[in-house]
């Protein structure tokens, strides 16, 4: 059976719904959502519907079907759990041409209900034609993860700017081109950002026709690797970028989700060979910006924690470019996860500290009394050249031998390995297993919480876990 797509304008309308529990509660929230004038007859109501009713928002008409008869309504919906009564309402309601609805009784329905995606004024509906509402709700979430909360603010805005647009462009194919700029760049970012004043202000601009090509540089985590940890804001401008940097940290399945059209420039440091001086890489935003494209500056963890953003926001700014900042799962919170290592628990660890490992620095610039306290976990980015240095001089200041200790490579990827030993032998084991940079080395008592708690650890598919002696 095929369905013929439609949204009813309900507004006071009257509309019944039969029956008084869960299924009748949110059938209701559904029409109140709509506006419409809603009556239910059920002989008692389910304690969501009674709160409405208290709050006369619907009418209750305390009683069954079809003791208490239809009055003239524009639209039923059925949701009782006597199948009888259900089918007599379907006929009632057909006689008298009144679309209807049963709860999961498609045969018995003139019109189904879809899966919804509710962006006001902006609605997706979802319909399997009655053949699997467990689909259309897993399409929903689909869509739901890609279309950002803040839509139907864009849609408000685009009313509220139609006339003026109209106005000072009367040619149509210019109007629509100014449209699918506006829609699909800075302003709309804008008003997604929740900035409508900036917004307003861009527009004003646009119109005037002295807006000057500018684009803008957009500074997003791309995570520890594994795309399934990108948010749904990272998603979304990437796939808009005109052109992305980006480091060797961002994972080839993360690069793969920009816009397939970007244009994708290299930008990737390693320890003491830089492909890129970060003076260089800033001139290369504001340059790009300046010529109206959006940058994508793809940065792998977090581009606030050890990653060099607060530098590049800092060129920017000084340059009036504007830019935009997502957070990334940083690497430390990420692998630690993935591995089955908690960076805090109530019985091992009251605090977190992260830190650069630098070879050439055994004391890592920092106070060894802050890194050797009880109850403590440390995480150490790029630390894996300086791993013994970093283990002896941890000992040194006061860690037992025996302290557990660490180490992830390519964490959260399926390529991920983790060796777990203690700090005397660490860098022994990480040298046998051979490990490799990205790497991150956890120290601290919660090392010894990864035996129980590793039950998704990437790592268990492809064997590569480690454990060392003395772990």
């Known amino acids: 059976m095929s369905y013929y797509p439609v949204f009813l304008n309900l507004d006071a309308q009257p509309c019944t719904v039969i029956g008084g529990g869960s299924v009748a509660a949110r059938k209701v929230e559904g029409l109140l959502d709509a506006g419409a004038a809603v009556e239910v007859i059920a002989p008692r109501l389910h304690p969501a519907l009674a709160a409405l009713h208290t709050a006369g928002r619907i009418r209750w008409r305390a009683g069954t079907y079809p003791e208490l008869a239809l009055d003239a309504p524009v639209l039923v919906i059925a949701a009782t759990d006597d199948a009888a009564v259900n089918r007599a309402v379907s006929a009632n309601c057909r006689a008298r041409r009144i679309p209807v609805n049963v709860a999961?009784?498609?045969?018995?329905?003139?019109?189904?209900?879809?899966?919804?995606?509710?962006?006001?004024?902006?609605?997706?509906?979802?319909?399997?034609?009655?053949?699997?509402?467990?689909?259309?709700?897993?399409?929903?979430?689909?869509?739901?993860?890609?279309?950002?909360?803040?839509?139907?603010a864009l849609a408000r805005f685009a009313e509220r700017w139609r006339t003026p647009v109209r106005e000072a462009v009367p040619d149509p194919a210019a109007r629509r081109r100014l449209w699918e700029e506006t829609l699909d760049g800075p302003i709309a970012e804008r008003v997604l950002d929740g900035r409508e004043s900036q917004a307003d202000a861009l527009m004003q601009t646009a119109l005037a026709g002295t807006s000057?090509?500018?684009?803008?540089?957009?500074?997003?985590?791309?995570?520890?690797?594994?795309?399934?940890?990108?948010?749904?804001?990272?998603?979304?401008?990437?796939?808009?970028?005109?052109?992305?940097?980006?480091?060797?940290?961002?994972?080839?399945?993360?690069?793969?989700?920009?816009?397939?059209?970007?244009?994708?420039?290299?930008?990737?440091?390693a320890r003491s060979h830089h492909a890129v001086p970060q003076e260089e890489i800033n001139a290369r935003l504001i340059a790009l910006a300046r010529a109206g494209r959006r940058v994508l500056r793809l940065k792998g963890g977090d581009p606030f924690i050890f990653g060099r953003g607060g530098e590049e926001i800092d060129q920017l700014a000084a340059q009036g470019i504007p830019f935009q900042v997502v957070p990334g799962i940083t690497a430390a919170s990420g692998c630690a996860a993935y591995a089955g290592i908690p960076l805090t628990h109530r019985d091992h660890a009251h605090s977190c500290v992260f830190l650069t490992g630098h070879p050439k620095d055994a004391a890592l610039g920092v106070d060894w009394r802050t890194l050797t306290q009880p109850m403590q976990t440390l995480v150490i980015y790029m630390g894996l050249q300086g791993l013994a240095s970093i283990c002896a001089a941890l000992i040194a200041h006061g860690l037992a031998p025996s302290h557990p200790a660490a180490v992830i490579q390519q964490g959260s990827t399926s390529a991920q390995r983790v060796v777990v030993s203690d700090l005397a032998h660490l860098a022994d084991a990480v040298s046998t297993a051979a490990l490799k940079a990205p790497t991150l080395v956890i120290v601290g008592e919660v090392v010894r919480l990864r035996e129980r708690l590793r039950w998704f650890g990437l790592e268990e598919q492809s064997e590569n876990a480690f454990t060392a002696p003395g772990a």
Do not use: H, N
């Open 104 to 152: 999961d009784a498609p045969e018995l329905c003139s019109f189904i209900l879809p899966a919804v995606v509710d962006r006001s004024p902006i609605k997706i509906a979802i319909s399997s034609a009655g053949t699997s509402p467990i689909l259309a709700r897993r399409i929903k979430a689909r869509i739901e993860a890609e279309l950002p909360a803040r839509y139907g």
């Open 212 to 269: 000057p090509a500018r684009g803008e540089v957009y500074l997003v985590g791309a995570g520890p690797g594994d795309p399934d940890l990108l948010t749904f804001r990272a998603l979304r401008l990437m796939q808009q970028a005109d052109v992305v940097l980006y480091d060797r940290l961002v994972t080839p399945a993360i690069l793969d989700l920009v816009r397939k059209e970007a244009e994708r420039i290299y930008v990737g440091k």
